[in-house]
């Protein structure tokens, strides 16, 4: 099947913003005409940062151990895809394809994951990520939640 064929029923993610909740982040995924909202482990915005801004822990983080194990073994996150979304609970569930090739040829694996976990594979490889329309179509628009956690956080980082 080729890989349009398998994206036609997904649109492309267009950006995320992450923000510190104390106990817990916002990741905002943003799409051309909605914005979704997921909540996730607190310290999920200081991860995002670090990766985008290419730094690493002392320590490996379970993220970085993965990503050196990927490159370890050329292995390389193709795509990921947000693929469902149960509104009752409010989780999002991701997949992460992965692609390796070598002498012996090629394998791909895909493997589930949650979102928080695949944004971090995806930003660290620069992979792209693809939301299901069926998601997009259930879960709830949160573009004023996200213009009121920017002007948040605007206004704190002026103080």
Do not use: H, W
């Amino acid at each position: 099947m080729a890989e349009e064929d398998f994206l036609k029923d997904f649109v492309e993610l267009k950006g995320t913003s992450v923000f510190a909740l104390g106990d817990s982040s916002a990741l905002f995924m943003i799409c051309e005409n909605k914005v979704l909202l997921a909540q996730t482990e607190a310290g999920f915005a200081e991860k995002m940062d670090r990766v985008t801004a290419g730094e690493t822990c002392a320590r490996p983080q379970t993220y970085e151990l993965l990503a050196e194990i990927c490159k370890g073994f050329e292995i390389v996150p193709r795509v990921v895809l947000i693929t469902k979304y149960i509104r009752s609970d409010e989780v999002y569930f991701a997949r992460i394809i992965y692609f390796m090739e070598n002498e012996l040829g090629e394998k791909i694996l895909e493997i589930d994951a949650r979102p928080s976990d695949a944004l971090l594979q995806a930003a660290m490889f620069n992979a792209k990520v693809f939301i299901a329309r069926s998601v997009l179509a259930a879960a709830p628009d949160a573009s004023e939640l996200l213009e009121l956690a920017r002007k948040r956080d605007n206004k704190s980082s002026q103080s």
